[in-house]
């Protein structure tokens, strides 16, 4: 679809626009399995992304719900992934899992642990609450500041009229683009903990001593997606019994 009818459709016609995506997504699941085999017959390592909007990663099988075919597969991550037990070594989805409910978030880690093999890792990368609600302090850094004039730049249609304030960004990491639930660090440990996960670090945006995530995330064509973003990398236990 030509970039400036896209952007028509979607500012004006959202709701046509959301069947025209989902109308390209769905005449992809026929097709689906086939390119599932050929990446898992390709691939020794198998690495799977989740959400991957337009970040198409070599050597993953870079999936998403508005999919573009051939380079990304159509996957609804609030159903059961379309995947058998234990079939990737890696799993990597960066702002994603705020675009779905907290029950389908947990149902979404549960689906991830499932299908990683033992001693698989995940890493996953989501806007962090914390962070937004620390910006309200009187002593906020050069970088915070900008942040706040970002959104008030970008997204508040009262732009022209109102200074930067903390209230715009709290709304629009709340709801923008269908945002349904943000975490902090706390409470995606939890969440990743009672899915089955183990060994949960947490790392700065764009850092990892995991070979396979370097270089994966940053969304780069976003602006302060570093600087927003919480990162938690955990693995599935070794030795157990299958599922």
């Known amino acids: 679809m030509n970039s400036k009818i896209k952007q028509v459709l979607q500012n004006r016609y959202p709701r046509l626009f959301s069947f025209l995506m989902n109308v390209r997504s769905w005449l992809s699941v026929p097709g689906r399995r086939r390119a599932i085999a050929a990446y898992l017959a390709a691939h020794d390592v198998k690495k799977l992304q989740l959400g991957a909007g337009r970040t198409n990663v070599p050597g993953w099988l870079n999936t ?3 999919a573009k075919p051939p380079h990304f597969l159509y996957v609804n991550v609030c159903k059961r992934l379309p995947f058998a037990d234990g079939q990737f070594d890696r799993i990597f989805s960066e702002h994603m899992i705020e675009h779905v409910s907290q029950v389908q978030g947990w149902q979404l880690l549960q689906e991830c642990f499932r ?3 033992q ?3 995940m890493r996953l990368e989501t806007p962090d609450l914390e962070l ?3 910006l309200y302090r009187t002593d906020l850094t050069p970088e915070e500041i900008a942040y706040i004039q970002f959104h008030r730049d970008t997204w508040n249609p009262f732009r022209k009229y109102e200074r930067p304030t903390r209230c715009i960004v709290l709304n629009n990491i709340m709801r923008y683009a269908g945002h349904q639930f943000l ?7 939890i969440a990743l903990e009672r899915a089955g996960f183990e060994q949960i670090e947490r790392y700065v945006s764009g850092a990892t001593k995991d070979a396979h995530f ?3 995330g940053g969304r780069p064509y976003a602006a302060f997606s570093r600087f927003e973003t919480l990162v938690l990398e955990a693995a599935k236990p070794q030795g157990l019994k299958k599922q």
């Open 64 to 66: 998403d719900y508005w």
């Open 115 to 117: 299908i990683l093999k």
């Open 119 to 121: 001693g698989g890792r």
């Open 132 to 134: 937004m609600c620390r």
């Open 183 to 189: 975490y902090d660090e706390e409470y995606l440990r």
């Open 214 to 216: 370097a270089g994966v």
